[in-house]
Each structure stands twice: as structure tokens, then as C-alpha cells.
């Protein structure tokens, strides 16, 4: 029986590439360079901000453009209200639900750890989430399994016991990395090829789908 359920956070448990669209574009105007659609951003998705900054570039990911227009982004985007940036419904309850029947909760995400806090602080007031593992520069990032061993270890649970859930080949090979099962969600920001790939035990359309992987 699984006990441990972690959580990718963008495209898993929250909407987040509107504000993120907003203040990439905004930089990269700002120093001159080529803006993205919103689906140009999707591929760009999953690495850390390094590895996403550098993609957003594209040719003009030079070490010197990664470093200026990373921390512009961050300047905006952390100064931002976020207002575009929301749980996916049905987030929250089936959290509270997986919680309720006691499941340990954990987030790992390529994201800056400071910016999660904030956004579970402010949408997930009722969760308990054992720990919360972000991106780091000290740390190795998703796909490695540094954050998901962190908290197979906090929980005190076997590799058998937890799962991951993402949306994305990055949460796959994290997953894969740490020797743990993986359910992949269709509403976030994978591509069909993430889709097909057979290493996850279940891909679901629905939150609701995740309860059945708890009874």
C-alpha cells in the first residue's frame, strides 16, 4: 500500500505558465530578445531555472544572457502578484481527502523553494505537507533524485510505499531515478510522447483518479 504521495508542483498541482509567460516575455523584450507563445514556453518547462532560462534563449543563451535575464525574470516574477497562477481544480480537496485517510503529503519541484512556500502557504492552508523539496543551487535538481530520497527518508517509508506524481518526462525520470513509482497527470504541461512513455503505473485525466492508488 502506497503511504507517501509526492507532488511535482507546476502543471501537477498548480496552473502556473500564464505569469510565468508574462514575466519571461516582459525580460526578453526588455534586453531585445525574441518572445515565446505560451506553447513555445511548454518544452521549456520541468529543468531549473538555469536550464529553463537558458532553453527560453535559445540561440542567445549565452552564459552572460542565462545569468542577466534569470535574474530580471526573478526580479518580476517575485514582485508579481501571481494572480494567474492557481491550484488545478480539485487540487485542494483531493490533498485534504488523501490527508484525511492518512497519506503523508510531500511537494518536489524544480522550482525556487521559497517561491513554493509562498504559493502553498497562500492556497493550502489546511495541508500538511511533511516537506517541501525545491530547487536549490547547492543541490542537484529533478530529474536527479536528491529531493525525492530527502523525503522517502522524512517520511520513514519504503521506495514501495511512495509514489510520484507529475506531469512531465522530468517528474518520469525522477521517479525512475529514485526507484519509486510514477503516475503521470494528462492536465499539466507534458508532451503526448511523456504520455506513451512505460514507466509510469497509471496516467489519469482526473484528481479524483488518485484515491483509487490509496485503498
Not at 530578445?33 to 505560451?38: H, N
Not at 514582485?79 to 503529503?105: C, H, M, R, W
Not at 510514477?182 to 507534458?190: A, D, S
Amino acid at each position: 500500500m502506497k503511504k507517501l504521495a509526492i507532488f511535482d508542483f507546476d502543471g501537477t498541482l498548480f496552473d502556473s505558465i500564464c505569469d510565468v509567460v508574462l514575466c519571461y516575455n516582459r525580460t526578453l523584450e526588455m534586453y531585445g530578445f525574441p518572445t515565446l507563445t505560451r506553447d513555445e514556453y511548454i518544452p521549456c518547462l520541468g529543468g531549473n531555472i538555469d536550464e529553463i532560462t537558458s532553453l527560453v534563449l535559445g540561440d542567445n543563451a549565452s552564459p552572460e544572457n542565462i545569468e542577466k535575464v534569470k535574474e530580471t525574470y526573478l526580479g518580476f516574477y517575485n514582485s508579481s502578484p501571481k494572480n494567474l497562477t492557481v491550484p488545478f481544480p480539485d487540487a485542494s480537496q483531493i490533498l485534504y481527502k488523501l490527508q484525511e485517510k492518512g497519506i503523508l503529503l510531500a511537494i518536489n519541484s524544480n522550482r525556487l523553494t521559497y517561491s513554493l512556500e509562498e504559493l502553498v502557504e497562500k492556497n493550502f492552508k489546511d495541508i500538511d505537507f511533511i516537506g517541501i523539496e525545491g530547487h536549490n543551487d547547492s543541490y542537484p535538481s529533478k530529474p536527479d533524485p536528491y529531493g525525492v530520497n530527502n523525503l522517502v527518508k522524512k517520511a520513514g517509508v519504503s521506495l514501495d510505499e511512495a509514489v510520484y506524481i507529475g506531469d512531465s518526462i522530468t517528474d518520469i525520470l525522477t521517479a525512475k531515478n529514485a526507484g519509486i513509482d510514477c503516475v503521470l497527470v494528462t492536465w499539466g504541461y507534458g508532451l503526448e510522447k511523456d504520455m506513451q512513455n512505460d514507466y509510469p503505473i497509471k496516467v489519469i485525466d482526473d484528481f479524483f483518479e488518485l484515491i483509487d492508488l490509496f485503498d
